[in-house]
């Protein structure tokens, strides 16, 4: 049989030779390195045979699915370890997960931190073991009776759930075996660093009627190095959770009495604004129209845009005299009525729709995760209505303003996933093999890679999802573009075009920063409360060392005020130490401290929250240089001796 090597090349191995066998044929070191392998398109562990040729590749640490067979063993060696310390524990799943893995486990005992100290040694002395996996099928008959001698109620519901076509697999590693599909690593002594990291409650299969289990979380890496920095990386990214910072800053709050919605405080709002206004001036270059649809519409309409087929167990519904109305979740279908309402020519297109329009989408309570996941939110949203010949030119100039807030303003790098059609799609599947071509193309003339994410499309459309990295190296879907020509045929929407004759319109859904709560609670953590400073809700706080000099610090004030810079003067009778403590404490950018050589010379003596002391400037330059890095946006403090230029 013939095996296509990932750059072309062609070798020629016999039937029912081990996968381990050929990869150590290709290189010492590959096999040194290697997790699994994928021929065609299906993983397979280092010790199956292999019965037919195909594509070849051998996968690593450095590929997703190899971190997957990874971690996944990584899960088998937890549920092992338990299994040792308490042989009473019913097992039920353990996957692999981004950055680790997870095990739900039936135990009488709440499990502590000592406890998972204790896992976590009997998962090192498995690991030391280099207990190889083994791969068995068997009847369902023969499934379910060893699950009966183990004792594992868990694994026979699921066997039973399997169905007759339906492939029942296990994996030995000593003595544990585990109902699994695998794919794994070939041992574990293959896990090289590993770690628990906590435990937490789950409804077995998500439903709140089942028993609640202990879920096992952990992770594992290739290196101890790596394993060391993703903890701190974890442990940084709870110093930075935005639902700390937000209430500490002053900035939004969270109540019971509205889950999921957020109570915005001024200094929050100040950020909310200035958002909202980047995104007014960003979209008035491209021809943007500000719209405004209701909140709350007769189902009538979300049936005709499908999201009450699709969409309703995520509406809120009210119902009044007896006619049921949904609180919008979405624009777009007010915008549908908005483009229909009048006579379109083909003159008017495109026509770009933007709305800041409050959202409202029912997330169970168990998913809300602060402004991250919320109930309550408004986007930065837009619908474009475009002839066909515009479709290309039209994702481009979104692509333009992603870069513009992604690349420009905040720095952010991003990768972008072209996500196709779910078995759960609307309409017609040659318009939406049309519209994932297209939205391809555009991307390809663009110049842009991307991933395609199959069956990951919305409803109506297939779409481009923007997934920007934080400064934790943590990936965040925000930004999205979605193409679709389902929505203007269920509005019946047209225009006249050149010919006379009425054409059908194509629809493109866009938001930029998407979710603004989402945005800004990204943003709070990426910065870790520390926003650039024309973000920030005070700008520069005027420090007097004493009660004598508190009404030039209000001078100076008012002088940065009449630029429009966000300034406030500390009053309080504390020392001078104490205050600028509590300035960088509430992440303020400049701290101006003022006494008497400065109320006479018309002059401050500038710190910055990072940079420390910068020296005594004159008022004039300081506005001057404070208010330039304002209008720049810029990331990096330009007052000073540097920020002169």
């Known amino acids: 049989m013939e095996i296509i090597l990932p750059d072309g090349s062609r070798r020629t191995y016999p039937r029912g030779v081990r996968a381990a066998d050929v990869v150590r044929d290709i290189g010492p070191r590959l096999a040194r390195d290697a997790i699994a392998v994928k021929l065609d398109d299906e993983i397979l562990e280092l010790f199956r045979t292999l019965d037919r040729g195909g594509r070849f590749v051998v996968l690593t640490w450095k590929d997703e699915e190899g971190r997957y067979c990874y971690r996944h063993t990584a899960a088998h060696v937890l549920a092992q370890a338990v299994k040792r310390l308490y042989p009473d524990a019913d097992l039920a799943i353990g996957p692999p997960i981004d950055d680790g893995f997870y095990y739900d486990i039936d135990l009488d005992k709440r499990l502590t931190p000592d406890d998972l100290e204790a896992i976590e040694a009997e998962m090192r002395r498995i690991i030391a073991e280099d207990l190889p996996l083994e791969r068995f099928e068997l009847p369902r008959e023969e499934a379910l009776r060893l699950m009966e001698e183990r004792g594992e109620p868990y694994k026979i519901e699921l066997i039973n759930d399997l169905g007759d076509d339906q492939v029942i697999s296990f994996y030995r590693q000593g003595e544990f075996v585990d109902l699994c599909r695998g794919p794994h690593a070939a041992s574990t002594g293959r896990i090289k660093a590993v770690k628990l990291l906590n435990v937490a409650g789950a409804y077995w299969r998500g439903d709140e009627n089942r028993p609640m289990l202990q879920r096992i979380y952990g992770t594992a890496f290739e290196s101890e190095q790596e394993l060391q920095e993703f903890l701190w990386r974890r442990e940084e990214a709870r110093r930075r959770d935005h639902r700390r910072l937000g209430p500490e800053l002053d900035l939004f709050h969270f109540d019971d009495v509205a889950p999921g919605y957020a109570f915005w405080h001024p200094k929050g709002t100040i950020i909310y604004n200035e958002l909202v206004r980047l995104s007014r001036e960003l979209q008035s270059r491209y021809g943007y129209q500000e719209v405004r649809a209701p909140d709350i519409l007769k189902t009538d309409l979300w049936r005709i845009s499908g999201h009450w087929e699709h969409y309703r167990e995520n509406m809120f519904l009210i119902e009044d005299e007896g006619t049921v109305y949904g609180v919008k979740p979405m624009n777009c279908p007010g915008h549908a009525l908005i483009f229909k309402a009048r006579t379109r020519s083909y003159r008017d297109l495109p026509l770009r729709m933007a709305e800041y329009g409050h959202l409202n989408r029912f997330e169970r309570s168990g998913t809300l995760h602060g402004l991250l996941r919320a109930r309550g939110f408004v986007q930065d949203d837009a619908h474009l209505f475009v002839r066909e010949d515009q479709i290309e030119d039209e994702i481009l100039h979104c692509l333009a303003l992603v870069d513009e807030i992604y690349g420009r303003i905040f720095e952010m790098d991003y990768s972008i996933d072209l996500s196709t059609r779910p078995d759960d799609f609307m309409g017609d599947p040659a318009l939406w093999d049309r519209a994932e071509s297209m939205l391809a193309s555009a991307l390809e003339r663009a110049g842009r890679s991307y991933r395609v994410a199959e069956k990951e499309g919305n409803f109506y459309g297939p779409k481009l999802d923007f997934h920007m990295v934080d400064s934790l190296g943590r990936r965040w879907q925000c930004a999205t573009v979605q193409l679709d020509f389902q929505m203007p045929q269920r509005f019946d929407l047209v225009y006249t075009g050149e010919d006379g004759r009425e054409h059908r319109p194509v629809m493109i859904h866009r938001a930029i920063m998407g979710s603004l709560e989402r945005f800004i609670g990204i943003l709070l953590e990426h910065f870790a409360g520390a926003f650039p ?107 000073g001796a540097e920020g002169a230029d």
Request: charged share 30%; aromatic share 4%; net charge positive.
């Open 533 to 639: 400073t024309w973000l920030s809700p005070v700008q520069a706080r005027v420090i007097p060392v004493a009660a004598d000099y508190a009404g030039y610090a209000r001078q100076v004030r008012d002088r940065l005020a009449g630029r429009g810079l966000r300034a406030e003067v500390d009053e309080r009778n504390e020392k001078v130490g104490w205050k600028i403590r509590q300035a960088q404490l509430e992440k303020v950018p400049y701290m101006l401290v003022v006494g008497a050589r400065e109320a006479e010379a018309g002059t401050v003596a500038v710190r910055h929250r990072d940079q420390g002391d910068l020296g005594v400037m004159p008022v004039d330059a300081l506005v001057d240089q404070l208010a330039a890095e304002v209008e720049s946006r810029s990331l990096r403090p330009r007052v």
